[in-house]
Structures are given as structure tokens and as C-alpha cells.
């Protein structure tokens, strides 16, 4: 049986801007009846209609009892999504967005979509590139600072009678009332006074230095702006905080026996563990480095790089950005629409604040895929296959169900695109480096895979 061909009458381009194209879509009255008569084979099952039994109402009954406006309405809800990827497929338009549709004429049946393209993207000279890497180090005071963390967190709590200092442990009964609605009734709680806490808010800590075991103190403190609870926000919390004991941390003294504590491999002196913290360390640190330089190298990629983003891609990420903001939002049981309430925002608001990052998202995704175009990198199913093994290897992955998931299409699609910006980035930082050149050639001017070769600079100057 042969495919089906849609029976709209014209599609036409009647707009280009912005990156986008509007559409203009006619579509034959055939092609409306279709899916009219598909409403009605679906409401006649429905619908009681007086003098018939369910499902042997005709047509034209059910018209009139539902209205030929309602079904309309009801059709259009498959015949637009449907007519308009015919269109955009006819028209071999590589889409980056949700089309915007409407209904600009009803007889005929004449819909109007705006398009968004897929942008082209001019990238600079990037071959040109060449970023310094910082440099790395580890200070005998970085290293003995993470002795003292490690000190700090095998001494012992004991307890003492005097007041209340910061980084002392107290046993504490709380009460916190906000609006005299109790949100706070806590008792025999151990709490570690840090000067760095914000449990439960800002300020909470210092307020307890000074009091004496067996002594209650009271105390308001204001919520601060960026309290996760948004319904908080702008209230002052009443503290009411009695303190039940007292302790002071005693810290262990540092030589061989606390370095074979730590139970660290091949650690069993003091030297032998400073010579492995600052190994880890300059591992970090390099770490941190190297991702700060492929920051750069992007930055720099992206402010060479020309485009025209269109507006709907950017609405639709603008869009996208706020359902992530909702959905963190839930997981801390903050509703959207009380956060908009508290802080004074409107949607429209929150989404010309976002606007920005939607934009720099959009301009880091196509900026990427454009290199990674360019340089011909791909993703065999090989390495697919390699990072799954991987990631089965790590200690409890080894279960059917999660194997199961990783080997789905969805999961191998996904790790197929994290390879493939993972491979353009780090051939971007290699070019940055000076670590890929192109060669001059006669006929080509611009990279291509052909006229790149792997090399160092100082290989270049031979």
C-alpha cells in the first residue's frame, strides 16, 4: 500500500527573518473532513444524543449537537502538528524549535507557521588560538592545612565548664517560631558552632557564643534572601535555645601513629602522608586547571564565532531553563507560583532574567557542534560500547536492570553525545595549545580533515 500523501494545497515561504521562517500552509477541504470525521468517530462513542443509541448517531447529528466550531477546534488539534511537519519536510527545513502555529483563514483552511532554522555558524580563525595554562602548584601551607582538617576531624569531644566558643559542640533544645507559628521544636540536638554555618539561618552560631550550660537565650534573625523555603523569605525566625551541655574538640598530635590512623595505602609516617596529600592535591589542582582552560578556549571559540539565534529557540530554552528551576524547586517542596508570590515577580519577569543564559546555552551549543563539524569528529559504536563498560565496572553497577538501561537506545544516544562534546573539547584545547596545526595548502584555506595533521609548534618549524 503506498504512503499516504497530505492533501494541502500550497506551502509557501512568505517570510524569512531572524532565523526564521514563516509558512504559509493551505489545506484542501478534504484533508480538514479527514480528520473531522475522526472527531466524530471518536465523540459519537461519547455522546448521548436523544433518539439513538450510543455510537449510531450520524454525523451530522453529532455536528449539530456539539457544534461544527467545537469539532473544528477539536480536529485542529492533530491536522496543525500534522500538516505542518508535512510542510517543514517538504520544504527541507532543519528545525530547532517548536514551530509557532496559527490559523490565519478558514475557508480554505489556511494556517501560518513560523519556523525556526537550524543557524548557520561562522566560526573565526580558531587554528589561531593559543591560551597560556596556569600554572599548578601545591604550598607547604595548602598541605598542612589539610593536616589540620584531618586532625580536626579524628579529635574527640569532651566535654567543659565554661561558656559557649565558636567551634565548640553544645547539646541544645531549640525553638523557632515564625508569624508565633512554631517551625522549630527540637530537643537534646548536638550542634558544632562554625562561624561558617547557615543551619538553621545565617547568624544562628553567634548567637549562642557567650551562654553557659543550663542557661536559656532568646533571639530573632531574619531570613535571608536566598533561603531555599521561599514562603521565609523577608520573615524573622524567634529563637528560644537552652544549652544542655558544653564540649571542646581535643585534637590529636601530629606524628607517625595519627599518620597510620588514617589507614591511608602506603601511608605510615608523617613525611609519607605529606608527600601524599600533596600528590592528591597537585592531582586536583590540575584537574581544576585543566578545566579552567577549556573554559577558556570555549570563551574564546565563542567570541569568534558568528550567528543569527532565533527567537523562538531562545523562548524555547527560556522555557526549558524555568521547568529546571521548577522541578529543583519541587524537590525542596517550594511551589513556583508562591516563590513569584514572595519574591514579587511575574512569570514574564523570571523569564526575561533567564533570557541571557538561555542565550549563552544556545550560543556554547551551536558554537561546539559547528567545531565538531568542521574537524569531522564522530563516535564509534565502539567507544560507546567502552564508556558503558566503564561505567558497569564502578562497584554497584554490576545489576541486569542497570545494565539493561544503559544498553537502551535512549542511554546509548546520550553517551554518544556526552563522547562527542567531550571529543571537541578536548580538540579545541589541543589546538589551543599548539598542539594541532593545520597545513598550508595551495588549494584549501580553511581546516578540514584533510589538510589537518596532529604535530607540535616546534615540529611546524622544521
Known amino acids: 500500500m503506498a504512503p499516504r500523501q497530505e492533501r494541502f494545497v500550497k506551502v509557501s515561504q512568505i517570510e524569512q527573518s531572524q532565523g526564521q521562517v514563516v509558512l504559509n500552509i493551505e489545506v484542501e477541504p478534504p484533508e480538514l473532513e479527514e480528520h473531522l470525521d475522526r472527531v466524530y468517530r471518536r465523540a459519537v462513542q461519547q455522546v448521548n444524543i436523544r433518539g439513538f443509541r450510543k455510537g449510531k448517531a450520524p454525523r451530522s447529528v453529532v ?10 477546534e477539536d480536529a485542529l488539534e492533530t491536522l496543525l502538528p500534522q500538516v505542518t511537519s508535512a510542510a517543514i519536510e517538504e520544504q527541507n527545513l532543519d528545525v530547532v524549535a517548536t514551530p509557532r502555529v496559527k490559523v490565519t483563514q478558514n475557508e480554505p483552511l489556511t494556517i501560518e507557521a513560523t519556523v525556526a532554522i537550524r543557524p548557520l555558524v561562522v566560526l573565526g580563525d580558531y587554528y589561531q588560538i593559543r591560551l597560556e595554562p ?29 561558656p559557649v566558643e565558636l567551634e565548640d559542640m553544645t547539646t541544645i533544645n531549640v525553638q523557632g517560631q515564625v508569624d508565633e507559628n512554631s517551625i522549630i521544636d527540637d530537643k537534646g540536638i548536638d550542634y558544632i558552632l562554625s562561624s561558617e554555618s547557615t543551619n538553621p539561618i545565617p547568624g544562628f552560631a553567634s548567637q549562642l557564643v557567650g551562654i553557659n550550660r543550663g542557661e536559656q537565650r532568646e533571639f530573632t534573625l531574619p531570613f535571608p534572601e ?17 544549652v544542655e551541655e558544653v564540649k571542646e574538640r581535643k585534637l590529636p598530635d601530629i606524628g607517625d601513629e595519627f599518620a597510620k590512623s588514617l589507614s591511608i595505602e602506603g601511608v605510615e ?32 571559540l565563542i567570541e569568534g564565532a558568528k550567528m543569527e539565534i532565533p527567537p523562538l529557540m531562545v523562548d524555547e530554552e527560556v522555557n526549558r531553563i524555568l521547568s529546571e528551576q521548577a522541578e529543583a524547586m519541587r524537590r525542596q517542596q517550594v511551589n513556583m507560583d508562591d516563590y513569584l508570590s514572595t ?45 558503558l563498560n566503564s561505567m558497569l565496572s564502578v562497584p554497584h553497577a554490576e545489576s541486569e536492570s542497570l545494565r539493561q538501561l544503559l544498553n537502551s537506545e535512549s542511554a546509548r544516544t546520550s553517551i554518544t553525545n556526552v563522547l562527542l562534546n567531550r571529543k571537541t573539547i578536548e580538540r579545541l584545547t589541543n589546538i589551543s595549545r599548539g598542539e594541532v596545526i593545520i597545513v598550508a595548502s595551495s588549494t584549501e584555506s580553511t581546516p578540514n580533515e584533510e589538510g589537518l595533521t596532529e604535530s607540535t609548534e616546534s615540529e611546524r618549524g622544521a
Not at 596529600?277 to 597537585?282: A, P, S, T, Y
Not at 589542582?285 to 577558556?296: P, T
Not at 515577580?345 to 551549543?365: D, F, N, Y
Open 134 to 162: 596556569d600554572m599548578v602548584e601545591v604550598t607547604t601551607e595548602a598541605v598542612e592545612g589539610v593536616v589540620d582538617s584531618l586532625r580536626r576531624d579524628a579529635g574527640t569531644w569532651e566535654p567543659v565548664e565554661r
Open 343 to 387: 519574591v514579587g515577580k511575574s512569570v514574564e519577569q523570571l523569564q526575561e532574567e533567564v533570557r541571557p543564559s538561555a542565550v549563552e546555552r544556545i550560543t556554547r551549543g551551536l558554537t561546539l557542534r559547528a567545531l565538531r563539524e568542521q574537524e569531522g569528529i564522530e563516535v564509534s559504536p565502539e567507544e560507546v560500547d567502552e564508556e
Open 269 to 300: 609516617t608523617v613525611a609519607e602522608l605529606m608527600d601524599k596529600l600533596r600528590e592528591d592535591m597537585l592531582k586536583h589542582n590540575q584537574q581544576i586547571a585543566d578545566q579552567h582552560y577549556q573554559e577558556q578556549a570555549i570563551e574564546t
Open 226 to 242: 536566598d533561603y531555599p523555603q521561599a514562603n521565609f523569605v523577608g520573615k524573622e525566625c524567634h529563637f528560644t535555645v537552652t
Open 63 to 72: 455536528e449539530r449537537e456539539l457544534g461544527r466550531d467545537a469539532m473544528v
